[in-house]
């Protein structure tokens, strides 16, 4: 008898929040149907690992949904199958059961860190950054009562201790400042452009596959937990280099996308404008069993709307099997307020071949707040970025150039 998956997860769930595990992992293991069965065509055990692209970058390989069904699925592999093996991908662990037994036992130890996504294989430590004569790009620590994070900070070689932008950037599971610089290419577009890049680092200690820990109740509150060291990060820079305080931005990807959601809403004070690729919205979960929901169809219950708009601009691959591109809709729902604007709507294809569509809502002086991209066939990864990082799709729009130039656009007003 096969399962229905949705309702499988659910009673996972309940399972879980029991403290009934091994009732849990069977019952996972039970709805992915295992190779050699009338349902799973002998010979056809893949797993939907990664695929590489013409321009080097990686993405989950996948195929769009079926007739009647809402999955996205790997070519000859039932849905089901895919489902349940990309939620154990999904939360940074390499196979079922002994995963599913592994992410199971962090959640009834109730351990904070545990991880919710990111490939095998740590890809963090990998990329190498060379410096122009005179750019700095040198660690430092920021810690609080809520604990401490490292961070590296680009500094162009055009600075002369004059106020210059500040763009923090927030890395996905498995990445690390050096990584998430390499593939974004932000200090190559600082260098250009003439602007500072925080990387906050999120380590091991905090999170097994270095996720922020976004789905985290505690760590979705101004001044407290992980955004009280992100935003202590940033203000410690602007007190120590010359910052132009109306020009200081978020952005991030994945895990940093969703944690760049919340810095937004919870720093409006701080954060001019926000960029989110492939994140989530402030809220969008409270726990482990939450986030599972959220990365499959969106948060049931987000935080409340920003108070004011709040100047977002948001990428999302529509294959995007880890994150559903519902998230991003979410995100700018949250931003928007409540506020009524005016809609422009452009398509068009990148260089690489990937079609998007690119949605601006204006105000009613024509000064686009809050602007989404929808790349069509991308999935989970950095559009436009370089194959020197991980998680990077080279054919797609420019995500980094877009993002910094939606950012010059937005000096942040006094509220």
Known sequence: MTLNLNASMAEVTRLTRAGRLAEAMALLQGSARKPNTPEAPEGDDREPIKTTLPGGGQVIDMMPPRSGSDHWTVPSVDA?????????????????????????ERHAKRR?????????????????????????????TYANEAGSRTYKLYIPSCYREEPLP??????????SPDDFAAGTQMNELAEEQGFLVAYPAQPSSANPAKCWNWFSAGDQLRDRGEPSLIAGITRQIIRDVAVDPARV??????????????MGLAYPD?????????????????????????MRQGGSRLMEAAKLPLPTIVFHGDRDTMVSPVNGDQVITQSRAAAEFHLTINRGQSAGGINYTQTIQADGN????????VLHGAGHAWSGGSPAGSYTDPRGPDASREMLRFFREHPRHPI
Request: charged content about 15%; overall charge neutral; proline content about 5%.
């Open 80 to 104: 089901r199958q895919h489902t349940a093996t990309s939620l154990a991908e999904g939360l940074g662990l390499p196979r079922m059961p002994e995963a599913m037994r592994e992410i199971l």
């Open 112 to 140: 904070p860190s545990s991880s919710l996504w990111g490939s095998v294989g740590d890809l963090g430590g990998a990329a190498k950054t060379s410096l122009p004569e005179g750019a700095r790009f040198r660690e430092r």
């Open 166 to 175: 500040l763009i923090v950037m927030l890395h996905g599971c498995k990445q």
């Open 249 to 262: 931005y978020i952005a991030g990807l994945s895990a940093g996308g969703a944690a760049a959601a919340i």
């Open 270 to 294: 701080l954060y001019a404008a926000i960029g989110v690729h492939s994140g989530l919205a402030c809220g969008a979960a409270k726990d482990m069993p939450s986030a599972f929901a959220a």
């Open 366 to 373: 024509g000064c686009p707040i809050l602007e989404q991209w």
